[in-house]
């Protein structure tokens, strides 16, 4: 039996951390009167556990030389990795409230020489992926072992430069790359299937070459196991198509399209995402 | 120079681990010596420019400084934005060697003429624009380009243009100039139209007029600061380029003759049309057509009111 991945990440109840993260969220959202909200929400699970369990990574060494490689070519959604990273202790959490201002080191996409621990710099959709197609090569040129991990949103997967880098990122077998989609089905402009279908999503990258899970983009079990299994199949890339909601966790922003991205955000509305936070 | 470009690219990588060649789709036979000599530093990619670019950006941040050819316009118009921001915005130490500049691809028409690679190159932060004349300067250029980690963007021209940059050893950024310090005409041109504007010379030469031409293969700062005394001197300047009138070689001049207080009224422009062309034929017709030959650079000079 096909297993309803929509309607388990529907039915998680996030547990604290996943709270407390969402949290700092909304700090930053509050600090610079805007973000893309909902996008951050879907993704904050993949990011969490890609940090907190996955990453080689040194908040203390940003660019330490053996650390693991992670892109979020969804740059939108830097809101959940700007929480994570914070928690994580790359800069200080006073930081995030100075979201989307003059001198801000956080800007509304990640850039790596703004921030330190930022990978790439994202934002335009469809670049990552090439990028850590790259990075790949190299550590393989440099026999070093090291990861790549890139995380794509499904709107992003509209972009042709996508599947030109699916094809050539089996071409060169490279085992080493995990891409992570954001699986939620939401663009700004509708769902998914109404603006270009991406099913059926696992065939299309199986036909491509990768070694495809499923996952509850939400679970954070399921994600780190399916994760830390390196690599499933030698010789090939592995995409893992986490299921999320757009905006989980916060029931105003749940598959709410005006909450993709929003300007101008009172006190009063985070006042009201705040307290929906809560009582989740 | 194309062939000279790709020989240069072998060599350095031989006796540098870092330079990669990474080729779209050249076709059979395109640098096979390296490929089977440092097959690991060495990709056919196929045709995925955008991927590419993105791929290539990626093996430059990690410490790796890949040279990129393919057809000039696939680099520029495909794949502008990811050299915008995957290359430009990190400052990566990419090379984009860019085929067929200008009307090499005449015959195969307006998808395949990089009209305005250099306009369009010229207007990203950060990258840096070179057109060589010659297969000489290409090498020279390319080997010292192992020193500097910014990005390129180099012009190539057709191939088998006459050597005529062998009194410069050294790659040096700075503007070659060819005749005296106090002539009367002076022709500003870049690129493979170096030997065109050479070929004026000596005809004007022939009937007893000297005329001085400065060549920039580097595109980004003309560094006109220097020849001060020649600019002012000049009765009258003319610049030669093989592009669309806007943003290349005369843009930059304006720029610095503003920036500089140089007066313009004695400066004038031979350039391609500020439109595609629906005619094929060779580069040479083109040449011909918009008055890019050396015959039809002199006439023009003549024509000026006050030769």
Known sequence: MDIDFAKLADDIVLDDRSRFLRSLILDALEGGGRGHLSSA??????????????????????????????????????????????????????????????????????????????????????????????????????????????????????????????????????????????????????????????????EKFISFGFEVREVNGHDVSDLANQLKKQPLTNGKPKAIIAHTI?????ISAENSSSWHHKAKITKEEIGILRKELQIQ | MRQEALATVHKLAKKDPRVLFVGSDLGAGTLDEMRQELPKQFFMEGISEQYIVGFISGLAQEGFIPFFNTIGTFITRRAYEQICIDIALHNLPVRLLS????????????????????????????????????????????????????????????????????????????????????????????????????????????????????????????????????????KNIVCVEEHVSRGGLFTQMLHEFVRLRIGTENVSHISLPDAFSHNYGSQENHMDLNGLTKEKIYTKILDLNSV
């Open chain 1, 246 to 250: 757009k905006g989980k966790g916060i």
């Open chain 2, 99 to 234: 085929g067929g500049g200008g009307m090499v691809y005449a015959p195969l028409g307006p998808t395949h003429t990089a009209i305005e690679d250099i306009s369009l190159m010229l207007s990203i932060p950060g990258l840096q624009v070179f057109a060589p004349a010659d297969a000489k300067e290409m090498r020279a250029l390319l080997e010292a380009s192992i020193n500097d980690l910014r990005p390129y963007y180099i012009r190539f021209g057709k191939g088998g243009e006459e050597i005529v940059t062998s009194d410069f050893e050294n790659f040096d950024f700075m503007p070659k100039v060819f005749g005296s310090k106090d002539s009367d005409i002076v022709i500003c041109t870049t690129g493979v139209m170096l030997q065109n504007c050479l070929g004026a010379k000596k005809l004007l030469e022939k009937i007893g007029k000297s005329a001085t031409v400065i060549h920039f293969p580097y595109l980004n700062e003309l560094r006109i600061a220097n020849y001060l005394k020649i600019m002012h001197s000049a």
């Open chain 1, 41 to 202: 929400l879907s993704l904050l699970e993949i990011v969490r556990v890609l940090y907190d369990d996955i990453l080689s990574h040194d908040p203390e060494v940003p660019l330490l030389k053996s650390r693991d490689r992670f892109i979020l070519s969804k740059g939108h959604g830097c809101l959940g990795l700007f929480a994570v990273m914070a928690d994580h202790g790359y800069f200080s959490k006073e930081l995030l409230k100075t979201f989307c201002t003059f001198d801000s080191k956080l800007g509304g996409h990640p850039e790596r020489f703004t921030l330190p621990g930022v990978e790439f710099s994202t934002g335009s959709l469809g670049h990552g992926f090439s990028v850590g197609i790259g990075m790949a090569m190299a550590a393989r040129l440099k026999q070093e072992n090291w990861r790549t991990y890139i995380l794509m949103g499904d709107g992003e997967l509209n972009e042709g430069s996508v599947w030109e880098a699916a094809m050539h990122a089996s071409q060169h077998n490279l085992d080493s790359l995990t891409v992570i989609i954001d699986f939620n089905q939401k663009q700004a402009s509708g769902t998914s299937d109404l603006i270009v279908s991406l099913s059926p999503l696992a």
